[in-house]
């Protein structure tokens, strides 16, 4: 089984950066200087992407390096001396295959992993396995004559090629053969491990035109709906924006690209906390929301609702006449509306605010 420590911290951080790196320190048994490690970057195919937009310098150093040697040091993946006026950083000569697969049969769940997310395509996870491994999963399971149809997967996605029509073409490019997967690909690697902006021609249906979206900086790809999201700062908007992939014409080859950072505070786990999927309105914020629900003559409504609120915040509470009001504090937009909408206009009462109680009944 690969090296517990490196399942358990790799997962949130740069894979490809942090394997290199820990390949090149375990190739110098006799440690390595932040120096060291900072040329070796410097001379690396991907560490040279990170110096385009400083062109003219002598010398770039990635100011990143210090502190994740001593974050590896921290979480005891790499061991620190003091020689002279400076530390040195190594592998132990002990845990030196840490880096290799130890046992093949205790991989089997992380290529089960691998093979579940790999249903959405563009997302790189059998090659990010295969560099933490250091070794291709073709060969790991022909060790045990083992095939990938052998693995199965215990989780079954609801979001399939058959059910999101829009997977796997571009159904507003100018070339339907441009692949949805291909742009997912290109995005994942600029968020995971690149960071330069980017720009691209998008679909917009706010104007309803085709713009041109120029130093976007990629936060994050997010899935609603069955529908996958680029979630990036927008300079020409001057705010975070979720632009759907599906509606991204072309990425722009030649452009000259700025480094970038992720803000620290950026948070997708309470971004949307007051969201029902991908929308905010950044001008009126969340909001009180209420409307009142009865049982149609088929189906019982409130029960499904409970049972599947539309928000975190939701509130039931039982009225006289068989009527429930549901009461929420979130941004209203386009999904609360189709949400509330869904339950039928002759099964709903006093939708507050008003604007959005025409929204559902006329909008």
């Known amino acids: 089984m690969i090296h517990e420590k490196l399942i ?103 290529i089960r992993w ?8 563009g997302l790189i996870f059998f090659e990010e396995l295969e560099e933490i491994l250091n070794i291709s999963i073709e060969d790991i399971l022909a060790e045990d004559n083992l095939k990938l149809d052998d693995i199965r997967p215990f989780i079954d996605f609801e ?56 130093h976007a900086e990629p936060y994050l790809l997010k899935e609603h709906n069955k529908r996958w999201y680029l979630i990036a700062f927008d300079p020409g908007k001057n705010e975070v924006f979720p632009f759907s992939i599906d509606r991204v014409i072309k990425i722009t080859d030649s452009f000259a690209s700025k480094n970038y950072q992720i803000p620290r505070d950026f948070n997708p786990r309470t971004y949307w906390k007051d969201c029902v999927g991908v929308y905010m309105d950044k001008q009126k914020g969340a909001q009180k929301v209420s409307f009142e629900l009865k049982n149609g003559p088929r189906y019982n409504n409130q029960k499904y609702l409970i049972s599947s609120p539309m928000h975190a915040s939701q509130k039931a509470i039982q009225l006289e006449n068989g009527w429930m009001r549901f009461e929420y504090f979130i941004h209203i937009g386009p999904e609360v509306v189709r949400q509330i909408r869904q339950w039928g206009v002759e099964n709903l009462c006093n939708i507050e605010p008003e604007e959005l109680d025409e929204d559902v009944r006329f909008g």
Not at 83 to 107: A, M, P, T
Not at 170 to 182: L, P
């Open 8 to 110: 358990r911290k790799f997962a949130s951080l740069p894979v490809r950066k942090i394997i290199d790196i820990l390949k090149f320190i375990a190739s110098k048994p006799n440690g390595v200087s932040v120096l060291d490690v900072e040329t070796f970057w410097e001379q690396h195919e991907d560490g040279r992407k990170m110096t385009r937009s400083f062109k003219g310098e002598t010398r770039i150093i990635d100011n990143t390096i210090r502190n994740l040697l001593n974050k590896l040091v921290l979480d005891k993946c790499l061991f620190r001396e003091k020689q002279g006026k400076n530390y040195l950083y190594f592998i132990d000569k002990n845990d030196q295959n840490q880096l290799k697969v130890e046992d093949s049969e205790g991989i089997t769940d992380l």
């Open 114 to 121: 691998a093979l579940t997310l790999k249903k959405y395509k």
């Open 159 to 214: 979001t399939t090629d058959e059910v999101y029509s829009g997977w796997g073409k571009n159904v507003f490019a100018d070339q339907i053969t441009i692949k949805v997967s291909d742009h997912m690909a290109y995005f994942y690697k600029i968020i995971s491990f690149i960071n330069e902006t980017v720009e691209f021609t998008y679909r917009s249906f706010q104007v309803d035109e085709i713009i041109t979206v120029s």
